[in-house]
């Protein structure tokens, strides 16, 4: 079982940047890769971003390449969404995910970005 708790969610202005941390615990977090994912209101969760185990590959959604990055601290146990240049469409909750076999969730953060 792994627990994920999302943080640094919350209002900001369009242009502006949010950093969402994702702090993980219960397995050995190096052997999980771990992504984020979103939703916005009447649409379905999508991947934002994603990284694997070592951190040496990322993937990123076409809407996040060029304003958003993803990272990890095996160390901290944490991953990161480093999110900039955000738009009022960006605006969803972001949810963690740890996945080996199967995947596992955090309960999500609000991102609201006001036009």
């Known amino acids: 079982q792994v627990q994920l708790v999302e943080s640094g969610g919350g209002l900001v202005q369009a242009g502006g940047s949010l950093r969402l941390s994702c702090g993980a615990s219960?397995?050995?977090?190096?052997?999980?890769?771990m992504g984020w994912f979103r939703q916005a209101p009447g649409k379905e969760r999508e991947l934002v971003a994603a990284?694997?185990?070592?951190?040496?590959?990322?993937y990123y959604a076409s809407s996040a390449k060029g304003r958003f990055t993803v990272s990890r601290g095996n160390a901290k146990n944490t991953v990161y969404l480093q999110m900039n240049i955000l738009k009022p469409e960006d605006t969803a909750i972001y949810y963690c995910?740890?996945?080996?076999?199967?995947?596992?969730w955090g309960q999500g953060t609000q991102v609201t970005v006001s036009s």
């Open positions: 995910y740890a996945e080996r076999v199967g995947r596992y």
């Open positions: 219960g397995r050995t977090f190096s052997n999980y890769a």
């Open positions: 990284i694997s185990r070592s951190g040496g590959n990322t």
